[in-house]
């Protein structure tokens, strides 16, 4: 059940797929999903930000929501926005990768 | 129309499918952190293993509750532009102080939670006073932000309350016990994201409809206020103090000092997640970190606020007569109102999401600190001591239980009550006043007695309790805005003179005990961070993040005026 668990955020990081889980080391498994935080992130803002792009491609024109928004298209410019904001993490996690911290530091805690 | 129908919005499917998405991706979170929890430290202070950028955003998202957004765009239609005292003055100093010079003592004496901080600069007794005390008002204020996230799902989405309560709390338990700290603050910086991205469109949408800032300064120049909401200064309408001086004092020193130094510097919610930081420096810079977006976010909270007071008639018929409500309308409904006013469907889902991840936010920051407290201040090191780790982490997650059943027994209490924002106050006014006199005075004065700390801490409290009951049964004619601002000074200096007098008379624990506790008994070097590896950088200095934020806050005080 843990396993399965694992792979579902492993693809985010796959182009560094040096992964630290996967050398075997005794490391703290709380390091590990430390910076899937990022990754969770981007999947958040991406799968918003298509579909709110979608809408704003589809309704986001009509009269009765450029009422509401005061003559923006406020679905198209806020999806553009978030999935900007989501490719700018998937280029952190991607240009900085999860580092392990040396064994020491988690090691030592929890006696 | 009844005030549930001006309220109730009209979310459609795909709304529905953005919030049903946030709380698949929240849970998912709480089932993937499980698996890295192994011992009881991982549980509760998440193994100390946080970069900066992670608890400081958590530091400032366990703040940013549901009842700080409704409660500070109210402020903001209400007031204006003084609001933002609440953010820069009555915060900034405040956190910096807590990064550069409490955090060393905090993270470095290696305490778990700030009672067992109590007890290693203290003794056993002040430990468990303040454990207790921290307990009830943890399920208190919990109690309170469960509620309101049952008021805005019934007045949002139609659901009776006392489905509301309970299914919110089921999720809330639902994503701590499956991860513990971890979860929650996981889901708290993702809910940072969220909220801002409920914000930010409100402010550009509701900019737009109003013809842009200068359209808004327009019409708030011509309101009722007659431009008075523009300025910070003198503030006179949020203080309730009308001698400009004397409120500027007050903001200045009642705000600025006592209420947000005791805040900020003790409140548990906020410390712990500077305590699971990984390294010291990362711990200083926690609070220094979520000071940056604390300073920029009232922008995106006032505006809407200002904005709403413009173009909701409930709110503006409330600005121009002045009274309680209109229509069964609040100046705590101002937000979701302009959420309905200008949000087409699709962002309004988001913006629904992120106000349902704020009420969690606050409740689950309360729940999990309840937690940690519990666990170790009250079970472990008091009721039933040395047992294995397993047994802990095993309480640890049936205290999550039954905290959040509490809970839903205080939400039903606090439904009785008349004024949230009231009931909080005062709450802060017996519990935080108090506790930072002592900590202040313990801090730097090694002579201070362990005895002197929980005696002072309870007569703080009784000196509160005692400044609210006059303010309610009228003896005191002051409103209860300042009642808790009064209760809170006169906390405080009881606190320190009692804490002071019985120290005189009692005997002070040996120096050698205090190094580490004690400001004057601590090395420099003690104090210090390492500077290298992942601490390395300018970037990195406390004290440099410190004073840019301060540079910032002087910047958007002379911008905004």
Known sequence: MTDESRHDHQPDNDPESDDPTGTGTPISTTATNLFDLRSVIALLF?????????????????????????????????????????????????????????????????? | MTAQEILRLDPNIVDYLLVAFYFVLVLGIGYAARRSVSSSLDFLLSGRSMPAWITGLAFISANLGAIELIGMVANGAQFGIPTVHYYWLGAIPAMVFLGIVMMPFYYGSQARSVPEFLLKRFNRTTQRVQAVIFAVASILIAGVNLFSLGLVLEALLGWPLYVAIPVAAVVVLGYISLGGLSAAIYTEVLQFFVILALLIPLTVAGLNRVGGWDGLTRAVTEGPSGGADLNAWPGTPLTEIENPFLSVLGIVFGLGFVLSFGYWTTNFAEVQRALSAKSMSAARRTPIIGAFPKALVVLVIVTPGMIAGIMIPQISALKAEGGEAVDGITYNNALSLLMKEVLPNGILGVAIAGLLAAFMAGMAANISSFNTVFTYDIWQDWVRPDRGDRYYLQVGRL???????????????????????????????????????????????????????????????????????????????????????????????????????????????????????????????????????????????????????????????????
């Open chain 1, 46 to 111: 991406g799968v918003y930000g298509i579909v709110l792009l979608i809408m704003g491609l589809v309704s986001g024109n009509d009269p009765e929501n450029l009422a509401k928004t005061g003559g923006t298209n406020l679905n198209l410019d806020t999806g553009i926005g978030m999935l900007v904001i989501g490719a700018l993490f998937v280029l952190w996690v991607w240009l900085r990768p999860l580092r392990v911290p040396a064994a020491p530091d988690g090691g030592a805690e929890r006696s």
């Open chain 2, 399 to 561: 205290v999550t239980i039954i905290g959040c059943v509490l809970a839903i027994g205080t939400a039903f209490i606090a439904s009785g009550s008349q004024n949230l924002m009231d009931y909080i106050q005062s709450l802060f006014s017996f519990f935080n006043a108090p506790l930072f006199a002592i900590f202040i005075l313990g801090l730097f004065w090694k002579r201070m007695t362990g005895p002197s700390a929980w005696i002072g801490l309870l007569s703080g409290t009784a000196a509160a309790v005692a400044v609210d009951v006059l303010v309610r049964v009228g003896v005191l004619e002051i409103s209860n805005q300042a009642g808790s601002f009064l209760g809170a000074i006169a906390a405080f200096v009881v606190g320190v003179g009692v804490a002071g007098a019985v120290s005189m008379v009692t005997a002070p624990r040996a120096e050698a005990e205090l190094t580490g506790l004690v400001w004057s008994l601590t090395p420099k070097d003690a104090r210090t961070h390492s500077t290298t590896g992942d601490d390395a950088g300018w970037y990195r200095s406390p004290a440099v993040l410190g004073g840019a934020v301060l540079v910032l806050t002087v910047v958007l005080y002379i911008v905004v005026g």
